[in-house]
């Protein structure tokens, strides 16, 4: 198995890792119209097709060390058994985050959502796996959770400000017939902090899974991970299509009216996010004398919260129009996301 032996190859890959888990959502933006819901489908198959590929050769590489087909032969049904759950809990909170992405936009359901899962796993993984400086990786998770409440106030002031905008313009134009729907920011908001809340727990349960002598190995963890969220898809996206959080109910069969472009970008997406997944996990499982740890690894891989939500912002234009109020919140977002993430970043070196 190919595994990382310096800091500076370990930093590496969370950069790698935080510019994955940042892009992946521009595949679901750039398929236009496709349901999430069906998009998911592809999404998964990407996943499984990145961790087997890259656990039959990058963990299969040196036939002089363990690969990951003898680490798994080693380790413990219960190890195995935490990562499954890790990849059924995660596929949630990811189905939870792209109807965010939906609802809201990459600029809002990333910086909430996220950065709500970035202070959980965080707390999580540091009970697990101690190692880093407390008081900057509990701080600049605190200036994260500050961020987080920016983001939302954000969305909330540019949503208000385009519902008083719309009613003003009906109230002016005599040719209007119906009064504009009143949009509200809360559904966006509630998905997001769900997702979070959610999203920070697998992470930990992944940790789990690799820790102690019977643990499993970086690439067999993320193959079973795939597996899991593989499976609970099969559950949870029918459930979402009978129950939609946006839009009219739909039949799976659906999905097979779907264009080569739209089931292509669905399975980049899953890729790339499977690229930063195992980015991650190789970085958290570096010699302990790198001093990174699971903690500082997941809060640094979070990062891609900043990294979406400048795809949101500067590509995607998901604030357009808004007001001056707005932009100030919204440049404080990333001030503070930046100022949290340089204190997660330096954590290892002051632990």
Not at 306 to 315: A, K, P
Request: some cysteine.
């Amino acid at each position: 198995m190919i595994l990382p032996t310096t800091y500076q190859s370990a930093l590496l890959l969370l950069i790698l890792s935080m510019l994955c888990w940042g892009s992946w959502a521009n595949t679901q933006k750039a398929a236009g119209k496709w349901r999430f819901e069906l998009y998911y489908y592809d999404f998964t198959w990407g996943i499984l097709i990145a961790a087997v590929a890259a656990a039959f050769t990058l963990g299969s590489f040196d036939q002089k060390e363990l690969t990951f087909q003898d680490n798994l032969l080693l380790t413990g049904y219960r190890k195995m058994a935490w990562a499954v759950a890790s990849g059924v809990v995660f596929n949630l909170a990811n189905m939870l985050l792209v109807a965010a992405i939906a609802v809201a936009g990459m600029s809002v359901a990333f910086p909430v959502g996220i950065g709500l899962a970035l202070i959980v796993g965080v707390a999580w993984s540091y009970s697990l796996s101690p190692q880093a400086n407390p008081a900057l990786l509990f701080g600049g998770a605190g200036v994260v959770l500050m961020a987080v409440c920016a983001a939302a106030v954000a969305y909330s002031l540019h949503v208000g400000e385009q519902r008083a905008a719309a009613q003003q313009a009906f109230l002016t134009d005599p040719r209007a017939k119906n009064a504009p729907r009143k949009a509200t920011a809360t559904k966006g908001l509630i998905l997001s902090i769900l997702a979070g809340l959610l999203m920070g727990g697998f992470y930990p349960m992944l940790q789990e899974a690799r820790s102690g002598d019977t643990g499993v190995a970086p690439y067999g963890v993320m193959l079973l991970f795939a597996g899991g969220v593989f499976c609970s898809t099969v559950l949870y996206v029918p459930f979402f299509l009978n129950f939609p959080v946006s839009g009219k109910p739909l039949a799976v069969s659906a999905y097979f009216r779907g264009t080569k472009r739209q089931h292509l970008l669905g399975v980049l997406g899953g890729m790339l996010w499977m690229a930063g997944g195992l980015a991650n996990v190789l970085a958290a499982g570096s010699p302990a004398t790198l001093q990174l740890g699971s903690a500082v690894s997941y809060g640094l891989g979070q990062g891609a919260t900043l990294v979406s939500t400048l795809w949101g912002l500067l590509v995607w234009h998901e604030f357009r129009g808004a007001t001056y109020r707005v932009v100030t919140v919204l440049i404080a977002v990333i001030v503070l996301f930046l100022a949290g993430l340089g204190m997660v970043a330096v954590a290892p070196l002051r632990g």
